[in-house]
């Protein structure tokens, strides 16, 4: 069965900061990659997705940057952390016909 | 612009009865939904989704209803139960192949005992 992995759970990082966030997913193969933030009292905000290695879309403009080094792995970076980046994120899979996407269990972010 | 919009930020309902969720969307492209379900600090997860070849879809308790017409979808959760209480998503993705979805602000649904 397919899974999808998500670390870490929390994370305290000062402003000015980088970032790296990582995903990966097991028991399938050539998945779509999606990251999602969720900011306090807001809905769910796509960042970030990818249809294969290499191949990043980017949904809104902003510090971050998002890579795909390998077909089952996704990960969410930055090189200066802004307090508006403060919020839950997650990444999520999908299969080839995208029918429903897969989360992970998120990241708490939190930039003081 | 929010495409996806879940006017109600809350919603409480007697244990037993029925909840209803709605959820409008704006662009017409859009013919695809779905409807999480997320607990605080987890992922949301997968409860029932809907084409819009159909105008209903049921799973167990959990209805979805389409009106492409009024670009709106519902959820109906009958009977409500305690473990209900979470936040629910709604979300859309046209059927181009780009596989984004759109999600809502999310309803918190409160099921009182």
């Known amino acids: 069965s397919q899974t999808i992995h998500q670390w870490p759970a929390t994370l305290v990082q000062p402003v000015g900061s980088p970032l790296s966030l990582e995903c990966t997913v097991e028991?399938?193969?050539?998945?779509?990659l999606y990251w999602y933030r969720q900011a306090a009292g807001r809905g769910l905000q796509l960042l970030f997705y990818s249809v294969g290695i290499g191949q990043i879309s980017s949904e809104v403009p902003q510090n971050l940057s998002a890579s795909r080094p390998q077909d089952r792995q996704f990960i969410l970076s930055s090189k200066k952390l802004l307090l508006s980046d403060s919020g839950f994120y997650l990444c999520?899979?999908?299969?080839?016909?995208?029918?429903?996407?897969?989360f992970g269990s998120g990241t708490q972010l939190s930039v003081l | 612009d929010q495409q996806v919009k879940q006017n109600s930020p809350s919603l409480s309902v007697q244990e037993g009865r029925i909840s209803i969720l709605n959820c409008d969307y704006t662009n017409s492209m859009f013919d695809y939904f779905l409807w999480y379900k997320k607990y605080p600090a987890e992922g949301p997860t997968f409860l029932i989704s809907i084409s819009s070849i159909k105008d209903k879809n049921e799973d167990g308790r959990f209805t979805v209803f389409l009106n492409k017409s009024a670009k709106h979808l519902s959820l109906h959760i009958v009977p409500s139960q305690p473990g209900d209480s979470a936040v629910y998503f709604c979300?859309?993705?046209?059927?181009?192949?780009?596989?984004?979805?759109?999600f809502g602000t999310g309803t918190r649904l409160k099921v009182l005992a």
């Open positions: 028991g399938t193969s050539n998945p779509n």
């Open positions: 979300a859309a993705s046209p059927s181009s192949g780009t596989y984004k979805y759109i």
């Open positions: 999520a899979w999908s299969g080839g016909s995208g029918e429903k996407l897969f």
